[in-house]
């Protein structure tokens, strides 16, 4: 039962312009959400997080955005450069989970020049 | 500050041998994970560890087995390999809960 769902398995994007990546979500005790960037032969880096008290979060390039009415979160990357090109997986915890994430199966982000 | 560290990179085993799979970190954190992920897929949670002499089952926890004897190191035991193990298997570590995980670089593991 995939509790967290990217449904871009694929992006394209032309260097400069705003990429936006989306994730929706299925268990309302979720209260805590990541998104992490991914290089081949490498482990996932964390990028940015939000808690379900805000519903926007910010860092440099980078912004999240919650909507926990229709339990769904999107990422927003401006602007978009070269080095963005990684798959990005979308990630969610419990409040009482131990900080068990849930991951979605990822959005392969191509930058173009 | 080496992070979270992974060994062997890489390894093929024979069905019905039996491997461990290192993952130490040097960030005194208190909270370990094991995570695998299969082609196109998501990771999954094996086992996770919030403090030493503690640990619990994630989602995927059949065929494999933990310790966390210290707050460093978190082996992960595979005891008859199977197909279905094959996969890329990566450790995380957390100061607590809540808050982002840091992973290593993962072990490719292939079962033949």
């Known amino acids: 039962d995939q509790q967290v769902k990217q449904n871009s398995p694929s992006l394209s994007v032309q260097e400069g312009r705003i990429s936006i990546l989306n994730c929706d979500y299925t268990?309302?005790?979720?209260?805590?959400f990541l998104w992490y960037k991914k290089y081949p032969a490498e482990g996932p880096t964390f990028l940015i997080s939000?808690?379900?008290?805000?519903d926007k979060n910010e860092d440099g390039r980078f912004t999240v955005f919650l909507n926990k009415s229709a339990k769904h979160l999107s990422l927003h990357i401006v602007p978009s450069q070269p080095g963005d090109s990684a798959v990005y997986f979308c990630?969610?915890?419990?409040?009482?989970?131990?900080?068990?994430?849930?991951f979605g199966a990822g959005t392969q982000v191509v930058v173009t020049p | 500050n080496a992070g979270v560290t992974q060994t062997p990179k890489f390894r093929i085993l024979k069905i019905g041998q039996s491997m461990t799979l290192q993952c130490t970190q040097d960030?005194?954190?208190?909270?370990m994970y094991w995570y695998r992920q299969d082609p196109g897929m998501g990771l999954k949670l094996i086992y996770y560890?919030?403090?030493?002499?503690?640990?619990d089952k994630g989602e995927v926890p059949n065929g494999y087995n933990v310790s966390r004897s210290t707050t460093e190191d978190f082996p992960l035991r595979l005891e008859l390999a199977a197909p279905s193990q094959t996969s890329v298997y990566f450790c995380?570590?957390?100061?607590?809960?809540?808050?982002?995980?840091?992973f290593g670089d993962g072990t490719r593991l292939s079962i033949l």
């Open positions: 960030m005194n954190h208190n909270y």
């Open positions: 995380a570590s957390s100061p607590q809960g809540a808050q982002p995980q840091h």
């Open positions: 560890s919030v403090g030493a002499g503690i640990t």
């Open positions: 939000i808690s379900s008290i805000k």
């Open positions: 990630a969610a915890s419990a409040a009482d989970s131990w900080g068990k994430l849930q």
């Open positions: 268990n309302s005790m979720f209260d805590y």
